[in-house]
């Protein structure tokens, strides 16, 4: 399964964004998505994760109560809601498969991305 994000843009402290990742492939429902991100200068670093159904869901502890996962198996896409947002989640957002644990562990190949900048 293919997985692609987009949704980023520059938006100020305080404001939201709503990231999707949309998938190809008719397996897209069977697995676990997640988000990650990277910051320029930093290692790439798990976000949030939901499960096949959407019934399961983890999030990084540096987002709990800020960001939302979630999915919509019929438009084979999961979105990253995200608000209340800080100069310090300005990152390139990526989504990819993986498995369904606290840290959300990828196994997929990476996509593009997609430019997140939250300016103070």
């Known amino acids: 399964v293919q997985l692609q994000a987009s949704g980023g843009g520059l938006v100020q402290a305080g404001g939201s964004l709503r990231l999707s990742c949309a998938a190809s492939g008719r397996t897209f429902s069977s697995y676990a998505v997640g988000w990650f991100r990277q910051a320029p200068g930093k290692e790439r670093e798990f976000v949030a994760v939901?499960?096949?159904?959407?019934?399961?869901?983890y999030y990084a502890d540096s987002v709990k109560g800020r960001f939302t996962i979630s999915r919509d198996n019929a438009k084979n896409t999961v979105y990253l809601q995200m608000n209340s947002l800080r100069p310090e989640d300005t990152a390139i957002y990526y989504c990819?498969?993986?498995?369904?644990?606290?840290?959300?562990?990828?196994?997929?190949?990476w996509g593009q991305g997609t430019q997140v900048t939250v300016s103070s």
């Open positions: 990819n498969v993986a498995v369904l644990t606290s840290q959300g562990v990828p196994f997929g190949s």
């Open positions: 939901i499960n096949w159904s959407g019934a399961s869901t």
